[in-house]
């Protein structure tokens, strides 16, 4: 298990922290009213808004609230402009990380991001030195105790996945974007629910991070991303042992 998963797991068993704070709800609103606003409001017409959607009922967002959000985003209510920013930047050990925001001030994002970088010791990289190594993919995780392993398999490569990988205590499916949908569909229709499911960014390459010191700034530095509000994804390469991980998080 390593970059994505790694991080989709220690986020995932912090999410109750986060949704605290609100920040789940927050970025959940600014992804769906982005969405409608460049996709329209028809999740059945528009793909990122669905999956926005999918992802807001996942957390047991009010019905009224993803409402609100799409009118906003087609302009139908008054609302916040946001614009979609990618900061491409290294992380101690040389650790690759893209960078998603969506700010309704860039000038003060992009300090943010340049403060919380330089106080965690990761750096901000020039435009394209990152992104290459990242590529979009649809990734559903199922719990193993939940789901036959050969079933999965056969309505998920029929719907189009890709790949379903044994990540420890659970599968992950993953297809290309423009599947997500189709097998999404298939799950479903199968009685399979994912306990969690998104558009994201897969690493190409990993880099193995075997140092203890190093390894905790790096997820101290994710975790401070994380937690800046407008922040919506990051994406690493990172590749730490579950052991050492475990330690961590001692």
Request: hydrophobic share 40%.
């Amino acid at each position: 298990m390593s970059g994505h998963s790694k991080w989709s797991t220690i986020k995932r068993k912090k999410g109750a922290a986060d949704a605290k704070r609100g920040q789940v709800f927050t970025r959940l609103i600014r992804e769906i009213t982005v969405a409608a606003k460049f996709g329209g409001g028809d999740p059945d017409g528009n793909p990122r808004l669905r999956t926005a959607i999918d992802a807001a009922k996942a957390e047991n967002m009010p019905k009224d609230n993803i409402e609100r959000a799409i009118k906003k985003g087609t302009g139908e209510l008054e609302g916040v402009s946001y614009e979609e920013i990618t900061y491409e930047a290294y992380a101690p050990g040389g650790v690759a990380l893209l960078i998603e925001v969506m700010t309704d001030n860039k000038n003060r994002t992009a300090a943010d991001v340049r403060h919380i970088l330089n106080k965690r010791g990761g750096s901000l990289a020039k435009a394209g030195s990152v992104g290459y190594l990242f590529e979009g993919k649809g990734v559903f995780t199922l719990d193993k105790g939940a789901v036959d392993e050969d079933k999965l398999m056969e309505v998920a490569l029929e719907a189009g996945a890709e790949d379903v990988r044994d990540e420890g205590d659970v599968w992950e499916v993953h297809c290309a974007p423009t599947d997500f949908n189709a097998v999404s569909d298939a799950l479903t229709k199968a009685g399979m629910k994912p306990s969690s499911s998104e558009v994201t960014k897969l690493p190409s390459t990993t880099v193995a991070v075997t140092d203890p010191a190093e390894a905790s700034r790096v997820i101290k530095l994710m975790d401070a991303l994380d937690e800046c509000d407008d922040i919506q994804q990051v994406y690493a390469n990172f590749d730490i042992d579950d052991q050492l991980l475990a330690s961590l998080e001692d």
